[in-house]
């Protein structure tokens, strides 16, 4: 990411000092990985060459309160058989958890791909038994195309959303902004 996208209580930043090589250790935990859908074929040496060069997309997620670093959200380029970005996020503490957090930070990142960059699609590639992560992707929009197996033969089941969809998710973030008003739907910063 380029630019910090804060959402209410969580901020999509800019990674900055010793994030990326934070999101990669994450990327190898087993209790994370396995919510993923990449196989073998992306390591996590991959994920920091992709984000060197511009092509893998990383925001980090940071409580608006203090600052606390509580998870990453990122999205690999569209890529053999996936014609959209893909999303992958987590909180890798379980006290961190929570689905407003979740929420806050896929909208951020939503916004940064339709608003900002101008994504045509974008997906998440979910496990039928991970309830969580489709009741966020659900709730924002997401809407079910496929199941499909991964690498490993586990069937995930990949959820798209497009610019339409997107902008019907913005209008709601804006009329619900008018009622409750948290100083913007997105407050977006410039890195320094």
């Not at 994370?32 to 997309?57: K, M, P, T, Y």
């Not at 987590?90 to 339709?114: C, G, L, N, T």
């Not at 199941?147 to 709601?172: K, Q, S």
Request: proline residues 5%.
């Amino acid at each position: 990411m380029k630019l910090s996208v804060q959402r209410r209580s969580v901020v999509l930043d800019v990674p900055r000092g010793m994030d990326v090589i934070w999101v990669t250790r994450q990327l190898q935990d087993p209790e994370i990985a396995e919510n993923f859908a990449w196989g073998d074929d992306l390591s996590a040496a991959d994920v920091c060459a992709g984000h060197r060069l511009g092509q893998v997309i990383i925001g980090i997620m940071r409580r608006t309160s203090d600052g606390v670093r509580t998870g990453f959200a990122m999205m690999l380029p569209p890529h053999e058989g996936k014609d959209f970005f893909e999303l992958l996020a987590a909180i890798p503490r379980k006290q961190h958890r929570d689905a407003f957090s979740m929420v806050h930070a896929i909208d951020a990142m939503s916004h940064y791909m339709f608003d900002h960059l101008g994504a045509p699609l974008c997906g998440a590639t979910v496990r039928p038994d991970n309830a969580a992560s489709i009741a966020v992707v659900r709730r924002i929009g997401y809407q079910q195309r496929e199941i499909r197996n991964d690498a490993n033969g586990v069937p995930h089941a990949v959820y798209v959303l497009d610019r339409d969809l997107w902008a019907a998710r913005r209008a709601r973030l804006e009329r619900g902004e008018l009622s409750h008003p948290s100083g913007g739907v997105f407050v977006v910063k410039r890195p320094g």
